[in-house]
Structures are given as C-alpha cells and as structure tokens.
C-alpha cells in the first residue's frame, strides 16, 4: 500500500495543508489499521465495515476515549480519501466516536507546590542541569508543548521589550509573552553558563556533540529523568503534566476560559473546556 500511502500523505500536506507532525500521525493510524485489517488481502476492494470495527473496539482497549477520538478522526479521513479515490466501492468512513463529556475528568495537573518542589530539585550546577531546569521552567510557567519548546530560537527572547515569541503548532501563530524578571534572568544564566558555544539558531540544544537541536521524545526523556531524580510522588506523570498545571493555575486565578485557550494555542475552545 506504499504506492496508496504517498499519494494520501501529498493529500494531507499539500490540500489539506496539514503540519508534517500531523501529517505522520494521520500515516501511521492509517498503517496501523491496514495491517490487522488487510492481512493476506491483496487489494482494498475487500475491505469491509465488520473489519473497520473490529479495528476501533480494538484501539479501544488500549486507551482512553479522547484518545480514540483522534484515531477515529484520523481513519474517517483516509477511508473518505480512498472512497474519493475509487479504491474502495462503499463509504466505510461513517464510524461513531466515542462520547466524551464536557469536564468528565480532570486534567493530568500537578498541585503546584509540587511543581515548585520538581524545578528546585534540579541540579543547576552543569550546563545540562540549567538546560534542563530551563525547559520545564518555561513549561510550567508558560503552559509550552514539547514541539513549541523545540522551536524557540535565540531570536525568540527580545530582551529590551522583555519578551518571548513561540511559534504554536496548532494554530500557526505566533504568541508574543511577557517574560518575568525570574525567568530572564534564568535564561541569561542558562545562555552564559549552559548552553554549548554554537552557531545554530535554537535556544536548546542537545548536550552530546555534534550540537543540534532537540527533539520532541528527548523533552519527555529528560522530564522523566528529572522526576525520577527529585524522588518526588510523579509516578505515571509526563512532561504535559506541567502544561496542565499552568492552564490549572490560571483558572484558579479566575483566568476565562477563552484567554487560557489563547494562551495554549488551542484552535477551539471546546478543546480548552
């Protein structure tokens, strides 16, 4: 289904106009499913609505009902793709998704002492504690997604307006926030003292060399670390945790619900609901 599989992913980036991250997570679900789905069959004339579901209860087991959300939206777009292509005879793309419910859980947040207690763990002594302590600093204070810390650039930071620009990946916009006097003179320290001499343009680098920039997985990696280190009650936690720990603590503030949306680059504010 190579041949099948290009084609759909020049779909998704050049009609649909969708990030290459989204791009590679609409590939693999639509790979994830053609395999148990089609297993001996050699054309996708046998694919059947019984197989379809069998594939959704299937994923169902294996994680929650938000998530499940996303994967059914990402198999209803490649089944319409390949009934719009003529590669399937029926529409198998009318799946339901699982209902999921305003305010139904509650976000994966860290009290926020315990957040404090995290970042004060951190040893600052070496280049890679001040690199460390800087990611998740911003993450927590700032609400950032692993993908928005990974672009930020030494341009970012305006130190004269006191300022930093972050590129959001869902929205494509750029949000201009107001740095507080900590966290300024955090990133000097972090730039004086702990990132590697180099040429490159991203404000975090990785620690081996050659330098280079570093990538969504090594942000979980190195908050996992850190969590394990401090000794702290973060079994089952990650790094998004202190995402959710910031939009917490501006609601709690009295913060809308709107501005918290804004602030976390979500498209709709029923995502931020």
Wanted: proline residues 5%; charged residues 25%; positive net charge.
């Amino acid at each position: 289904f190579s041949p099948l599989l290009d084609r759909y992913r020049r779909h998704l980036s050049e009609v649909r106009g969708l990030a290459s991250s989204t791009v590679e997570q609409h590939i693999g679900t639509a790979k994830s499913f053609l395999a148990p789905a089609l297993s001996g069959c050699a054309s996708l004339q046998d694919l059947s609505a019984p197989a379809v579901e069998r594939f959704v209860a299937t994923e169902g087991r294996q994680m929650k009902r938000q998530s499940l959300q996303h994967v059914v939206a990402r198999l209803r777009a490649f089944l319409r793709f390949c009934f719009d292509q003529g590669e399937v005879q029926e529409r198998l793309d009318l799946i339901d998704a699982p209902r999921v419910y305003r305010g139904e859980l509650p976000p994966r947040a860290l009290a926020w002492p315990l957040v404090q207690r995290l970042l004060r763990s951190i040893d600052r002594s070496s280049g890679l504690g001040r690199r460390d302590y800087a990611i998740l600093h911003l993450m927590a204070h700032y609400g950032l997604r692993p993908s928005e810390i990974i672009t930020l650039t030494l341009e970012a930071i305006d130190w004269q307006a006191k300022t930093l620009r972050v590129k959001q990946c869902k929205t494509r916009s750029d949000l201009i926030l107001p740095l507080a006097g900590q966290t300024t003179r955090m990133l000097r320290r972090y730039l004086s003292r702990g990132r590697p001499r180099s040429a490159r343009p991203e404000l975090f680098l990785r620690a081996r060399t050659p330098a280079g920039p570093l990538t969504h997985y090594a942000i979980g990696d190195l908050y996992q670390k850190r969590a394990r280190e401090s000794g702290l009650p973060l079994q089952g936690t990650s790094s998004y945790c202190l995402r959710h720990s910031f939009a917490m603590r501006l609601l709690d503030r009295g913060v809308g619900v709107k501005l918290i949306g804004d602030l976390l680059g979500h498209r709709t504010l029923e995502s931020t609901c």
